[in-house]
């Protein structure tokens, strides 16, 4: 099949932050224009995919578009890749997305305001995220990876008069940005040591990838920027820091989206890099850790938006574990990963409701504190009702209850989990660690329902806590529709499999061309056939039950992870303060002295590596004229007597007398124009000079570094730059061996002598001038343009100040300025 | 700072004007002679920064009205086109173009490169002039 046209999928991709950007034309009063227009960004994008999946159907994962060039320079140009697992997620996010713009319209309520900045940032992100997920080009993965950094940065710290909030945000940008370093790196390495720069073609070709040092360090450094991105241990901190944001927000980026990221570009990897021996140790090892440390801390907490962002981690744990398990290489070359992106939709479909129903009690109670919610149920707070059933439908599915289609996806799971264990029995381990996850998971769920209901075993222990509250008014339904939507899909597919199975089988062909089921079972095949699976399973539930009902594992607990950010943090401002106070001195002498033996120490490298830089240059007469040598005596006797002398005019007219010398060295040699450039720039030096002098602060009696090592550097700087500069007019060059000089290219190419120019120089005759116009036109431009800053230097640094003189009639000066 | 000089002033007031003019000559000619832009700048800050010292301050500004920072704006404008223009005709940066006018028997050899010369004679003047006033303003009378 020919490659799919990628202007559809870039208009899929652009349409949010179009629509998002639009709705600022809207006057502010209209908030349902506002809603509906932003609305139609994520809507059209569904529909944009939907047209380009009819036309070209799902992509195998070694097909993408064909591109547009943008970067030819840099491999980059804009090619997308619709394959199942890229396809599944955008469809995942643009949909999501269409949700969540009309629950944030109840959310928000008649603050338009805040509806007015909200969409534009909302559109960004939908867009970045629809770009990670169906970008082809690595590096343009790892751009729109930024640009979601970047775009959920605003989003969660988006009460930006909290400085908790913001600090929090960045944080999350810190955090999240550090791994999308790694991402870059480990991109960039990639691309170069195979010369391949699309997911696509990498993975038609992944059987050569081979498993050289460079690839696995690629591989490594791209699951680094995964795992922050997906919130792994050890930087799963940012997760749950990032929930001060508003609730749509969290129910967005951090259930159904920006977090998926990272488990996403584990699908993506898995065909590349999964038959490196470390893809399994160590994808496994961060995705078990971090399932159980999640599903503890989860267990723990008492806020709902709280409980929700650690299951989450937990949650995410499972999928990178999962993908771990892709890994697995069984005696039938199988891997032990089966309808994983079912498992992944089925987490979405019950943690977002969750989430919007959060914020909807809050919204309703003004609080998400769970001992605040005790006995909720009796309580007759209106319209509470719809959303405790809601709320009690998803944790249903949040425990894995049968029914659901999450039931089926633990099943899923715990079956590759045993599957895999059967060949390596070491991930008995973490079978264990899921079947306990999973006891966490049912437990909260019934302190949760027993809290509702007021049940004696409930959580109500009165705690002071904070909770961030947005503004309340009548627009209700909005608030629970969408979630009771995503729960109901759960049942949809939890009972009737086969309509699940008809969308997801043509997603599921990605990862896995032979998945080991056929998809999703019945409710009721799981207890014809039991096995390893189900045991777990009723093993978790009755294990969860348990836990629910004990009063241990209640108190609140702090995450010692949460330490990590605020000390690296510090640390880094700490010695960066130190480092830049060490560099930073203030004094001239001190930068000069550091260039100076940075240049020498490079210098002498070059020479040690290529000792015919020490020999002269054939051709060239050290003492050819008397005269020369006179005024090359009178240079250098000037600048020996320099630092002799410490008056600064004294030492100003020695410099001079240097300079003029050097003037008549230019004469000497016929170099008219350098002579004239010289002779006036010494009249103006020293006239500046002989103004600035009576400006300058005293002089500094006691210099940090003695002078004499300082004269022998200044020396030795000298000579050697006088010594490059006679090579330089007499390099040989390398392939050829022939004697260069740099000037035999100018004169040839410019009009003298020759009729030759090549177009070039403008047929000018004066080199020097051609040379300036033409040859280094760029650079003449540049030196005037620092000419020009220079002057705004002056201007704005020494201000006007004859108009402020003080009572003595005396000018105010900078000399002034520095006794004072 | 001002040096009350007679002599000095009435020198200046000869030499100005001529300073100007080799200026100018040294800017049109600097392409097939020694001359260019950069020289031509420093020469007439020269002649410019004479005339202040001279004359003082009050009669500098008459003679020199505009604030030194619109000559660096107007010749890095001036230059900045002379260097696009090459662009939108398909041909690199800077790329000069020449032409050979012939007026009764004289032949006059014409090149953009001249504009991009006087575009840095006009930020040379702009800078130095502009550092030294300021400078000297600083000081004071």
Not at chain 1, 581 to 601: A, C, E, N, P, S
Not at chain 1, 695 to 714: E, K, Q, T, V
Not at chain 2, 80 to 96: D, F, Q, T
């Amino acid at each position: 099949m020919a490659p799919a046209d990628p202007s559809l999928v870039l208009a899929a991709v652009g349409a949010p932050v179009v629509a998002g950007l639009a709705t600022l034309l809207i006057p502010r009063a209209q908030n349902l224009a506002r809603v509906l227009l932003a609305a139609c960004g994520p809507a059209a994008s569904l529909l944009l995919l939907g047209v380009h999946l009819t036309r070209y159907g799902v992509a195998p994962n070694h097909a993408g578009t064909t591109s547009i060039n943008w970067v030819p320079s840099l491999h980059l140009d804009l090619s997308f890749l619709v394959d199942g697992l890229g396809a599944f997620f955008a469809l995942l996010v643009a949909g999501v997305g269409v949700l969540i713009v009309f629950y944030s319209r109840g959310y928000f309520g008649n603050d338009a305001s805040s509806l007015a900045r909200f969409f534009p940032a909302l559109g960004f992100f939908t867009s970045s995220m629809l770009g990670v997920f169906l970008a082809d080009h690595l590096l343009l993965t790892a751009l729109f990876w930024e640009l979601t950094s970047i775009s959920s940065f605003f989003l969660i710290g988006w009460e930006r008069d909290d400085e908790t909030a913001v600090k929090r945000a960045m944080q999350a940008f810190f955090t999240t940005g550090f791994g999308g370093l790694a991402l870059l790196g480990g991109v960039l390495l990639l691309g170069d040591t195979t010369g391949v720069w699309r997911w696509s073609d990498l993975v038609a070709t992944a059987s050569e990838i081979g498993s050289s040092g460079t690839v696995v360090a690629a591989f490594v450094l791209i699951f680094v920027g995964a795992a922050s991105k997906s919130a792994q241990w050890p930087l799963h901190y940012w997760l749950p820091g990032a929930m001060l944001a508003p609730t749509p927000v969290s129910a967005f980026l951090h259930s159904a989206t920006m977090v998926k990221a990272g488990v996403f570009l584990l699908g993506r990897l898995l065909p590349v890099f999964g038959l490196l021996t470390i893809w399994l140790p160590l994808v496994v090892a961060f995705g078990a850790v971090t399932m159980l440390l999640g599903a503890g801390l989860a267990l723990r907490q008492h806020n709902l938006k709280l409980i929700f962002a650690y299951l989450t981690v937990s949650q995410l744990g499972l999928f990178v574990c999962m993908y771990g398990f892709g890994g697995v290489t069984d005696g039938h070359g199988g891997s032990a990963i089966d309808w994983d992106l079912s498992q992944i939709a089925s987490h979405g479909l019950y943690k977002a409701p969750l989430f919007l129903i959060a914020g909807a009690l809050a919204h309703r109670l003004g609080t998400r504190r769970l001992p605040e919610l005790f006995g909720l149920w009796h309580r007759g707070v209106s319209g509470s009702r719809v959303l405790v059933v809601v709320l009690l439908a998803a944790s249903y599915a949040l425990a894995g209850g049968p029914g659901t289609v999450s039931f089926v996806a633990k099943e899923l799971f715990l079956g590759a989990a045993h599957h895999a264990a059967a060949s390596h029995p070491a991930l008995l381990v973490v079978v264990a660690m899921a079947v306990l996850a999973a006891a966490c998971n049912v437990a909260i769920v019934v302190r949760l329902v027993a809290t509702v209901f007021g049940w004696r075993l409930g959580v109500r222990d009165d705690l002071p806590g904070r909770d961030v509250v947005h503004g309340k008014d009548r627009w209700g339904p909005v608030l629970w529709v969408p979630a009771a939507g995503l729960v109901l899909v759960q049942y949809i597919g939890g009972l009737l499999p086969p309509v699940w199975n008809s969308v997801f089988r043509r997603l599921e062909v990605n990862v896995n061309d032979e998945a080991f089921t056929d998809g999703l079972p019945w409710l009721w095949e799981p207890f014809l056939h039991p096995g390893a699976p189900l045991a777990m399973s009723l093993a978790a539930i009755g294990l969860g039950v348990v836990l629910g009902c004990s009063q241990r594992m209640r108190g609140d607990i702090v995450d010692v992870h949460d330490r990590i950010y605020p000390v690296t943090y510090r640390l880094i401002l700490q010695y960066g303060h130190r480092a830049f106070h060490g560099i930073q001195t203030g004094h001239l002498r001190h930068y000069l002295v550091f260039v100076f033996t940075l240049l020498l120490l490079g210098i002498s490298w070059a020479a040690w590596v290529d000792p015919a830089m020490l020999r002269l240059p054939d051709g060239v007469a050290p003492f050819e004229s008397l005269t020369g040598l006179l005024l090359g005596a009178v240079v250098c006797a000037a600048a020996i007597a320099l630092p002799l002398v410490t008056e600064r005019v004294v030492r100003v007219l020695v410099l001079g007398a240097s300079g003029f010398a050097v003037v008549g060295l230019y004469l000497l040699y016929q170099a008219i124009d350098l002579a004239l450039t010289q002779l006036m720039f010494e009249i103006i030096s020293v006239l500046l000079f002989l103004l600035v002098l009576r400006l300058l602060p005293r002089l500094d009696r006691r210099p940090l570094i003695s002078p004499r090592p300082r004269l022998a550097l200044a020396a030795l700087v000298g000579i050697t730059i006088g010594w490059m500069t006679l090579l330089a007019g007499h390099a040989a060059d390398q392939r050829t061996n022939e004697a260069v000089t740099l000037g035999a290219f100018f004169e040839e190419h410019s009009l003298h002598g020759t009729e030759v120019t090549d177009g070039r120089g403008g047929e000018g005759r004066n080199i020097v001038n051609v040379i300036l116009v033409d040859f280094r036109g760029f650079d003449t431009l540049g030196e005037i343009t620092v000419l020009a800053t220079a002057a705004l230097g002056v201007w704005s640094m020494l201000p006007g100040r004859r108009r402020h003189r003080n009572d003595e009639g005396q000018p105010g000066t900078i000399a002034a300025e520095v006794e004072r | 700072m001002r040096i009350d000089s007679l002599i000095l002033r009435t020198a200046v007031r000869l030499v100005l004007p001529l300073t100007v003019l080799l200026a100018i000559y040294a800017a049109l000619n600097g392409h097939n002679a020694p001359g260019g832009g950069f020289i031509a700048g420093l020469v007439t800050t020269v002649g410019l920064c004479t005339y202040r010292m001279a004359f003082g301050e009050r009669a500098f500004h008459r003679l020199f009205p505009v604030h030194p920072r619109w000559l660096v704006v107007a010749g890095l404008g001036l230059t900045l086109v002379v260097a696009i223009i090459p662009l939108l005709a398909g041909e690199p940066l800077l790329r000069s173009a020449s032409t050979v006018l012939r007026l009764g028997g004289q032949e006059l050899h014409l090149v953009s490169a001249t504009v991009f010369d006087l575009g840095v004679l006009v930020v040379v003047v702009g800078v130095a002039v502009g550092m030294i006033t300021r400078l000297g303003e600083e000081l004071g009378p």
